[in-house]
């Protein structure tokens, strides 16, 4: 599969799993686990297909798979989210 589709997937993937958390709000439901699953699944594929880039040709940047991708900080403040730092 294509690594556009897989990262549109995976980012359907994020939007469903915040949305059931948010519905459900216990992270270990199993139709949470599930689709977590999934989203590692897709995760795995895009790393392999990543390897297999770089073999055969010059390395692929890491931001250039996902290039529109936020941190875990901006995505929190647009939902939010509150993240607390452990020193």
């Not at 290039?67 to 452990?86: P, V």
Request: hydrophobic share 40%; proline share 3%.
């Amino acid at each position: 599969m294509d690594n556009s589709l897989l990262i549109h997937r995976l980012e359907m993937l994020q939007n469903r799993l915040y949305d059931m958390a948010n519905d459900l709000g216990n992270l270990t439901d199993p139709e949470i686990v599930a689709v977590s699953e999934e989203a590692d699944r897709l995760i795995v594929q895009l790393q392999k297909n990543r390897m297999n880039s770089c073999r055969s040709r010059q390395p692929i940047p890491a931001m250039a798979l996902f290039a529109d991708s936020k941190s875990s900080e901006e995505i929190g403040q647009e939902h939010g989210a509150l993240f607390l730092k452990h020193s």
